[in-house]
Structures are given as structure tokens and as C-alpha cells.
């Protein structure tokens, strides 16, 4: 093993570094029985807990790379909290054998889109550190103001609390008997609240915004609501390289060919919208 704790903890998806550090910190991880301290190294033969949860044969597992794309519906979150009876993604992902997913990027309740995961923490984290350089799309659903009024104009700029948002393209994608799609771009991640800020200050009003690129990252046009897809070979090599990592890592993982991923027994999702 011979790894620092916080390490390989996160490596194996039981937390992030920092939150990890935290749980050393407040005593709540022992190694032997004994508190944990920060930096410490596992050996061979060491006993891990975690909030009492012994977590030494999750750690001694070999993980096999994986990254998702996963459709995320806006009706579901990320993360259930308790008291909290809204829908979360985790009943919808892939199950692994050991660790747990972490998103890559930020896609929060009432949004739809893209989301991607993944079972190795300081990947997600690497990638996460750069993701506010990363271009964005969006596809956007706003309702006609009346049957007799003109679509108005759209601006490519709004202002917002922390200044001034711009984006590179706001144009339409498509018609409905009531409604509009436009496609939105920006050439980096922008805040949240953003685009419908953009509608609002057109005076529309915005009933859908469905992330479909996040950097290298395009939401495959077949994949469902609450369907996954496991990536590899450039898309995966793509994000890889975000990470600063060499693509030749997932050349050796060899990982199996991708497929769409649902629970047993649970209906396909309808298709996603015009984008």
C-alpha cells in the first residue's frame, strides 16, 4: 500500500483531499485504532475506520479508471441531504465495487444537462480547477412573450452581481408553436444564473436550460434523461489532459466498451429536446 492516507482515501472516492484532511483532523479517521494524523502513510497490514466503518478492504482494491457521461435531469440532485426527500442521481449511476462518484462539473437542482463523474477524486479535483476555462453551450427554451409580439433581440451580455457576463453566441436553434430554442455559448464557464439573467433582461421567460458541452466534453445527442455512458479513447484522452495526466494511463486501463448504463427494470427516459 505504502500511500499517504488522504491520498488514497480520496483516491478511492471516500472524500475529497480536503474534506478527508477535515476527518483527520477532528479524530474521526483511525489507523490501527489509533488517531490518524496528516500525511500519514499506510503500510501493508494497517487497519483503516472511518467514522467507525472499517474501510481497509475498500482501500485495497484496485480501481480500474472510470469516467460517465451521465444526462441529468432537472428534477434530480447530486447529493441527497437529510430531511431532504428530492430525487438524487446516485440510484441512477453505475454501481462500483468500491469508492463512490464525484462530479466533475457543477449541475445543480432545477438544472439539466451534462454531468460528468468519476471514481477517482483527484482527477475530478484537477479537472474541476480549470473548469471556470472552459467553454460552454447551452441549448435554451424561452416562451413567446404573445402570439402577436416579435421575438426581440437578443444581447450577448448581461450584468450581474460580479459584473459584466458575455457570451460568443446567443442565436435561435429551433421553433415551437409557443417557444423558441436558442443555442447559448460562452468561451468560459460562466456563473450560475447567467443565462436565464441573459432571457430576463430580453423579457422572456426561460423553461429549460439544458447544458450540452462542458470543455472537450459534448452530451451524447442518443443519451436519455437519466442515462449513463461510460467514456474512453478521445473523450476520455481529452479530459485526461485537463487533468495533466498522459491519455497512454487509459490506453492501460483498457476500459470496457461504452454502453449506456441503467438501473434493472428502470424505463429508458425520453429524448432530450432540439439541440
Not at 4 to 27: F, N, T
Not at 69 to 98: F, S, T
Not at 106 to 112: H, K, N, R, T
Not at 211 to 234: C, F, I, N
Request: glycine fraction near 10%; charged fraction near 30%; hydrophobic fraction near 40%.
Amino acid at each position: 500500500m505504502n500511500e499517504r492516507l488522504h491520498k488514497l482515501l480520496a483516491q478511492h472516492g471516500l472524500g475529497s483531499r480536503r474534506q478527508v484532511e477535515e476527518w483527520i483532523r477532528a479524530g474521526r479517521v483511525l489507523v490501527n485504532g489509533r488517531p490518524a494524523e496528516i500525511g500519514q502513510r499506510l503500510q501493508p497490514g494497517d487497519n483503516v475506520v472511518v467514522d467507525g466503518r472499517d474501510v481497509t478492504r475498500v482501500l485495497s482494491v484496485a480501481q480500474r479508471l472510470r469516467v460517465i457521461a451521465y444526462h441529468k435531469p432537472a428534477g434530480e440532485m447530486l447529493r441527497r441531504h437529510e430531511g431532504d426527500d428530492r430525487a438524487d442521481i446516485e440510484a441512477q449511476l453505475p454501481k462500483l465495487h468500491a469508492g463512490r462518484w464525484v462530479a466533475v462539473n457543477a449541475l445543480g437542482y432545477g438544472e439539466d444537462g451534462l454531468l460528468i463523474l468519476t471514481n477517482d477524486g483527484p482527477l475530478a479535483s484537477a479537472i474541476a480547477r480549470r473548469g471556470h476555462e472552459l467553454a460552454v453551450e447551452y441549448r435554451v427554451r424561452a416562451l413567446q412573450p404573445s402570439l402577436e409580439a416579435a421575438w426581440p433581440e437578443m444581447p450577448l451580455s448581461v450584468d450581474m452581481d460580479g459584473g459584466t457576463v458575455t457570451f460568443s453566441a446567443v442565436e435561435p436553434a429551433g421553433t415551437g408553436a409557443l417557444n423558441m430554442w436558442f443555442r447559448v455559448a460562452a468561451e468560459r464557464t460562466v456563473p450560475r444564473g447567467a443565462v436565464r439573467a441573459l432571457f430576463d433582461s430580453a423579457g422572456l421567460k426561460v423553461s429549460r436550460i439544458m447544458l450540452v458541452q462542458w470543455g472537450p466534453m459534448k452530451l451524447p445527442r442518443d443519451l436519455p434523461r437519466s442515462r449513463a455512458r461510460e467514456l474512453e479513447g478521445p473523450e476520455l484522452d481529452a479530459l485526461l489532459e485537463l487533468a495533466g495526466r498522459s491519455a497512454t494511463r487509459a490506453d492501460k486501463e483498457k476500459p470496457r466498451r461504452p454502453r449506456s448504463v441503467r438501473r434493472p427494470g428502470a424505463k429508458a427516459g425520453r429524448r432530450s429536446g432540439n439541440r
